[in-house]
């Protein structure tokens, strides 16, 4: 980013854009619209744009801080000893910008040089998924140690017998070995974004329908245009040498730390991770926000076809992103880069994992594990402030990205019947502020006009449902999901029932305290008026509240005598719920994780709970204290049941679907022709539970149901709920 500013106070724009009155971005050492015209070699900043005297390009561009050396280990196991290249700042630089000077020259298109680059780009597109190698003799920083840690009572006195920080520190080098296989392996997936613009366009579609989850829309929007604009020349032309130069640019730059204090403006801030400055996070998120919208998208949508070229294989490009960013998360992981860019990648990176590996698999549960285990290393679960070292965005960043994860934590262990691994009494759990992007990107006094503008909770007062908002919702539901797990799960030391009381009044009071335009209007639940996804947001916090209340039926009746009544009225109304989303399902057509994780987390236990008692009143009429409309029960059944069919088989959510269907379709067959049901499958309508018992299907004792429901993975896969 061009830091230089003129005398009115705005930022100097390029000679091509300031004579063509032109917007510029700022961006060095080429601007993006410079680089779209192909005006490379005229975009220069002149630091006196009105004299004759013209500059060569770049030379306004202020010097780079000074890095550490990269050492490039040759791991090659043809050779006989291993060589050790090491590579300087400078030397980097130079070598890199020849690179660039060299790839605007025109290359002969049969020459043996092109047949070899050819040849070389296959070769690496086949090792793609191959595994990295790992050579490191780094010593990083150890990360937040508590109270109890080794160096406490050292980091208590060190002060006072004059020992600063920096010498307490002085035995962590920061020498980092970087093997030939990490080098290579960085520019073989620097292949995939030769095409940046597809990128782009990827990029504006994620935010226009899902908000974002953690990284905002302005960060990730300007990393994607500086890499474009900086680098465009050697990801075009796909050199394998040039390639090689710059994912070693690259590793210069992640190895070099993170370095922001509590002036740093949001700009600066996005400056030091793109451009020149690129580094393995920042691609490692533009790969994870372009698969999350490839696995949120239908096949056939506009965005995935050409006039030109072959409609792109959705599932197959998806893939190929997550790996790549698999990759990154990898390299950081390697030489143990722990900073706020590396969070936001993984968590991005954990969404879109989870949203393609196995439902109830160890890879997704072994994921989150790692993010958790990240952010208390860096020490988030502690008290999170402004202060000389942290800006008030990066402040409010990881506030989101920590109750984000607290969150996530507490849904997987309810869906996968686990402990938790996060909990409120090591974790001090701080709501960030209901800001939108642009405001948390403001500085000065736009942002103490913008944070005036919030209520006394830190609720916004316009009525819009913004990324934060639903954190913030989310967030609180989890502490109280927290504690519902512990009578579901936990070992019981107190009364239940009055632990119980004590959870469902503040579930109510928390839906009570809700500003009123985020609770959802039964009555007339679909408005147009709203965005497709403030109305998913909407609706995930309506069902969440009820849900609360249907785990909590749940774990009284499994754990005393309670009576099954409540249950059976709140599985009703989330039913209700769920009908109507289904009834609207084109309205979301863009959103089909989260249409499925509301037909398996509520529709389907909602579902099993109404169509066993329904059978069961079939079985003893005139018995049951809380009867069921036959006629519209069996309706609203039967088309609960066609929605579950029309669930390709190639979806993740398939095998969850396709066994609430059979199980559903057979209570509908038994009520509905119970004679030809019992003489083609031997059964009769009694086996369905024991009948010498009088007690509901759903306590805990009546066969099918129970095994069925207790054994459903109802594991949570939406980016949506990741907030």
Known sequence: MNTTYRRNGKLQSCEPCRKGKLRCDHMMPTCGRCARRNMAEQCVYHPAPLSKALPTPHTSEASPSPRPNLQICDTNPDTTSESLVTVSESAGRSNYHETLAEESLQVQPHSRSQRGVEDNQRTIQQSLTQTLGFSTTSQSSPGFLGATSYSAILAENETNIGITSTDAGAGHGSFAAVSQTHVQKGAEMLLLLKDMPLFDRFIDRWFSLSRGIVVIEPMVKQWAASLWACHHKVLQSQRPDSMIKLSEVIWLNTLNPLKFNGKTTPREFVAIGTGENLRWEVVGIIFSVVGMLAMTLLDGDSIFLSHDDEPLDRKQFALNVWNASE???????????????????????????????????????????????????????????????????????????????????????????????????????????????????????????????????????????????????????????????????????????????????????????????????????????????????????????????????????????????????????????????????????????????????????????????????????????????????????????????????????????????????????TILSPATIAASSNLSILDFQDSSSSVPLFPGNDGDFMRWLETMEWEHENWTNFN
Not at 376 to 401: M, W
Not at 567 to 589: H, Q, T
Request: aromatic share 8%.
């Open 327 to 669: 990759i990154c998360l990898k390299f950081c992981s390697d030489f143990d880069v722990l900073n706020d860019l590396f969070h936001w990648l993984l968590y991005e990176n954990t969404v879109l994992t989870s949203s393609l590996q196995p439902k109830g698999g160890y890879a997704n549960w072994q994921k989150a594990g790692v993010l958790n285990n990240a952010l208390l290393a860096f020490g988030l679960h502690q008290e999170i402030k402004v202060d000389a070292d942290t800006p008030f965005f990066i402040t409010e960043f990881r506030k989101k990205v920590f109750v984000s994860a607290y969150s996530n934590d507490k849904y997987m262990a309810t869906f996968l019947g686990r402990p938790p691994r996060l909990t409120h009494r090591y974790c001090r759990i701080q709501l960030p502020l209901d800001l939108t992007d642009a405001q948390i990107m403001s500085d000065g006094l736009d942002l103490d006009n913008a944070i005036g503008t919030l209520d006394n909770e830190g609720w916004n007062q316009r009525g819009t449902i913004h990324r934060c908002t639903f954190a913030r919702i989310v967030a609180q539901n989890a502490r109280i999901r927290e504690d519902i797990l512990e009578i579901s799960l936990g070992v019981h030391e107190q009364d239940i029932v009055l632990r119980a009381e004590s959870i469902e009044k503040r579930a109510e009071e928390m839906w009570e305290t809700l500003p009123e335009f985020l609770r959802l209007d039964s009555h007339n639940p679909w408005d147009i008026k709203r965005a497709p996804v403030e109305l998913l947001f909407l609706v995930y916090v309506r069902l969440e509240n009820l849900n609360h209340h249907f785990l909590l039926q749940r774990s009284l009746i499994k754990n005393t005598t309670s009576d099954t009544g409540k249950l059976l009225a709140i599985a009703k109304e989330i039913f209700l719920d769920v009908l109507i989303i289904v009834n609207n399902r084109d309205s979301i057509r863009d959103f089909q994780i989260d249409f499925l994780l509301i037909l398996c987390t509520h529709g389907l236990p909602s579902s099993a709970v109404i169509a066993v008692e329904l059978l069961r009143q079939e079985q003893n009429r005139g018995v049951s204290m809380n009867p069921l409309s036959r006629s519209d029960t069996i309706q609203d059944l039967s088309i609960f049941v066609g929605c579950l069919s029309s669930i390709r088989p190639d979806s993740g959510a398939y095998s969850i679907c396709d066994r609430g269907r059979r199980f559903l379709k057979r209570i509908l067959d």
